[in-house]
């Protein structure tokens, strides 16, 4: 079982995405062989009312929940978010947040977020940060979002050690106690591959002896990625096969059963 | 043959692990099927001075002739230093450098840029230049050159060889496919790290699979995986992959009477 942890549907104002609708996307994920998704709406990161993403998000999903699974893009600073985590839920079935608090303009330390995610945890969701959504250099000219600093991570998931997040699009971690078992933190979080780097300069290799194989988590990005990128970091891993898997798709599962 | 258009060597600093970086290269293109690799050496002090750049390019006539059946060197110089750039030139494609590598000392489509481009017209090597266009000031980059000026250089001297560096290298890679558009004696390399999907697919409908050449520039699964992962025939991937770089090269050769 292949699980893309990492994956959207819905427009990005700055650039036309291919594949972004559910048959698109299904037919994205059989190109590369990944069975299953965790989708959230891209349209929603732009939205002021997010939640009319993740009810666009649950449109295009019904009818194949067998592969695509809902993460909600909440944004705790937004009026009456309570009701619609409730409504992703409840009604949509989302098993995860996708959290931009660069984007909606709010600290992962802050009152509201801490409330969310509290809330999230109570539901059994998985609580899920882009580091970013796209690189830096190919921003629009009216549009400077920076990157979720890694240092918000770690005091995050030390706040939150029974919450279960899932921190993707990131780069870096080795060089944070993000990135290793005794770096002092709860074990509480896995990091997606997306951005790290393979062969040269191993992220990925490294995190698997430094943090663990249980820890890292296929993310492509996809469709704004080509997902083939993600799954070749995972192909020339120097790790046993049973390491491999374990990124393709175990640990996301582990992760998923945790909440049923 | 596949060849990696666009690698670097590492800059032998005292006490660094410069071997150990020149070896990981080689390993990663061996585990990702990539035969040569098109290496410059950059000095690290720049605008360089002939003294580095003289440097730079010693220590890629050692790798090239280390690794004779991997490593493809081009010499790298500042175009500001008219009179010993040109020599250095000249003296280094006699010792078997396949081309010419360009930063950002200058735009490549001012006047000081032109002797230079006019001597690998004469010697029948291409030019690779170091290339981004993004929509706000890169200040650490004032002069970089964006397609725009790669098509005006391309387009004022269409019998050179122009390689537009890393359209995945950062910046607005759609500008800079379109930019090209008008040039049709220019090429592009793929290379860089962003794998944002479709670009290979537009590039192939813009500008045409005959003009673009696979590269990573270091960012090894990102430039294999986003050629894998592109929607293109099989006749276009093998003349990106390297197809088109072997065309290249046989400029030089036919130059020489087709000794090499």
Redesign the interface.
Same mark, same amino acid.
């Given at each position: 079982m292949t699980i893309d942890m990492n994956a959207y549907l819905g427009h990005w104002p700055f650039?036309? *995405?291919?594949?972004n609708d559910a048959e698109g996307l299904l037919a *994205?994920m059989d190109r /590369?062989g990944i069975d299953r998704a965790c989708v959230s709406s891209a349209s929603a990161i732009f939205y002021k009312n997010s939640q009319a993403g993740n009810e666009e998000l649950a449109e295009q999903i019904a009818g194949h929940e067998e592969r695509l699974i809902p993460f909600a893009v909440i944004n705790p600073a937004y009026v009456d978010w309570e009701h619609d985590l409730g409504v992703c839920a409840d009604e949509f079935g989302a098993r995860g947040l996708r959290l931009y608090p660069n984007y909606h303009n709010y600290a992962l330390g802050d009152a509201c977020c801490r409330e969310l995610i509290a809330a999230a945890t109570e539901r059994g969701m998985i609580v899920s940060i882009p580091i970013r959504q796209i690189? $830096?250099? $190919?921003?629009?000219?009216l549009l400077?979002i920076p990157d979720v600093a890694l240092s918000d991570l770690e005091a995050l998931v030390e706040r939150h050690p029974e919450a279960r997040f899932v921190f993707v699009n990131g780069a870096g971690f080795t060089g944070s106690r993000l990135g290793r078992a005794d770096g002092g933190l709860p074990a509480n979080y896995a990091l997606g591959i997306s951005?790290m780097? /393979?062969?040269?300069g191993d992220e990925v290799g490294t995190l698997v002896e430094n943090l663990g194989a249980d820890r890292v988590v296929l993310g492509t990005g996809?469709?704004?990625?080509?997902?083939?990128? /993600?799954? *070749?970091?995972v192909e020339?891993l120097d790790a046993p096969e049973e390491t491999k898997q374990a990124i393709l798709g175990g640990n996301a599962e582990g992760l998923m059963g945790r909440l049923t | 043959m596949v060849i990696d258009a666009h690698a670097h060597l590492a800059w032998r600093a005292p006490g660094s692990n410069w071997e150990e970086r020149d070896r990981a290269l080689i390993d990663a293109a061996d585990r990702l099927g990539i035969d040569r690799l098109a290496c410059s050496n950059l000095c690290p002090r720049r605008p360089s001075v002939p003294e580095d750049f003289r440097q730079a390019n010693e220590w890629a006539g050692e790798s090239m002739r280390e690794y004779p059946d991997r490593i493809l060197a081009y010499c790298y110089v500042n175009p500001g230093w008219i009179r010993e750039a040109a020599e250095e030139v000249r003296r280094r494609i006699g010792e078997g450098f396949i081309g010419v590598k360009l930063y950002n000392e200058y735009p490549c489509s001012e006047p000081v840029v032109f002797p230079l481009v006019e001597l690998c017209i004469e010697l029948g090597v291409p030019i690779l230049h170091h290339a981004g266009h993004s929509h706000y000031y890169v200040a650490a980059q004032p002069r970089m050159s964006g397609g725009t000026q790669i098509a005006e250089l391309a387009n004022r001297y269409p019998e050179a060889t122009i390689i537009c560096g890393h359209l995945g290298g950062g910046g607005d890679w759609e500008w800079q496919i379109k930019a090209l558009r008008s040039a049709p004696t220019a090429y592009a390399d793929t290379s860089g790290s962003v794998v944002d999907e479709g670009m290979i697919e537009m590039a192939v409908r813009v500008m045409g699979a005959e003009r673009l050449l696979f590269a990573c520039d270091m960012s090894m699964t990102a430039g294999v995986g986003k050629v894998r992962g592109a929607q293109i025939t099989e006749e276009q991937r093998a003349m990106i992959l390297g197809g088109n770089f072997e065309g290249i090269l046989a400029q030089r050769r036919a130059q020489r009477g087709g000794s090499r």
């Open positions: 650039r036309r *995405l291919r594949h *994205l /590369a690189d $830096q250099r $190919q921003r629009h000219r400077e951005r780097r /393979a062969t040269i996809m469709p704004f990625k080509y997902p083939e990128v /993600a799954l *070749l970091k020339v | -």
